[in-house]
């Protein structure tokens, strides 16, 4: 079993108005010091994969199918593999 940590981003090419929406609210509230602020999505999941590769494999097709417009997203992931619980 791997855990996945998945981090989705607009390019920086692309406009984010949520963004500067953020950093407006961050300079109202007296954090003049705060610029080019990003909004993105942080996922976190589990695979059952025999192997890191199948694993990392699975992630990228779903970031690449799913989690991400590669329009207008990039995405970075990092795996970790985990000990399973004892059930029962």
Same mark, same amino acid.
């Given at each position: 079993?791997?855990?996945?940590? $998945?981090?989705?981003?607009?390019?920086?090419?692309?406009? #984010?108005?949520?963004?500067? !929406? &953020? =950093?407006?609210?961050?300079?109202? %509230?007296?954090?003049?010091?705060?610029?080019?602020?990003?909004?993105?999505?942080? $996922?976190?999941?589990?695979?059952?994969?025999?192997?890191? #590769?199948?694993?990392?494999? !699975? &992630? =990228?097709?779903?970031?690449?199918? %799913?989690?991400?417009?590669?329009?207008?997203?990039?995405?970075?992931?990092?795996?970790?593999?985990?000990?399973?619980?004892?059930?029962?």
């Amino acid at each position: 079993m791997y855990r996945a940590v $998945i981090t989705v981003t607009l390019r920086p090419s692309i406009l #984010d108005p949520e963004g500067k !929406t &953020v =950093e407006h609210s961050l300079h109202q %509230l007296g954090y003049e010091n705060v610029r080019r602020v990003r909004i993105g999505k942080h $996922i976190e999941l589990e695979v059952d994969a025999g192997t890191e #590769d199948k694993a990392r494999e !699975t &992630v =990228e097709n779903i970031c690449s199918k %799913l989690l991400a417009n590669p329009v207008m997203e990039d995405y970075t992931f990092s795996l970790a593999k985990v000990e399973e619980a004892a059930e029962g």
